[in-house]
């Protein structure tokens, strides 16, 4: 496991979501988060916040939210898979192709326990709004 985890945080830390998603969403400075139009729903309002301390992204218009790997499977219209590669290949990364098909295990309980782990989230945060 630990091969596949130190890749997933490679991955994050060379990708700070702050500045992963101002390439793509003008953000501005609010205290210690950003704030922009969300590029998932149309608004004029900004409500797309950009977490720094957790690397975490959360719209309270359409309730899209996650990380730097979630951000890109929206944005780019990609699997899971093909947003690590994505993002390996931008920041150089080289992506661990052998044992291709325990990476691929791998690959899915992670993204299950992402998923599950969104799923509190969300449902934490709506606790409290
Ligand atoms: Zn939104």
Known sequence: MAEFEDFISEIR?????ENFIG???????????????????????????????????????????????TFTMKMENLEFIEALKFLAEKSNIPFPEKNTEKTKNKTRIYEMNRLSANFFYNNLLSLKL
């Open 23 to 69: 390439t793509y969403v003008s953000l501005k400075k609010s205290s210690r988060n950003y704030v922009g139009n969300c590029p998932f729903h149309s608004e004029r309002t900004p409500s797309f916040t950009v977490f720094t301390d957790t690397q975490s992204f959360y719209c309270f218009g359409c309730h899209a939210g996650g990380d730097v790997i």
């Open 13 to 17: 830390n060379a990708n700070p979501l």
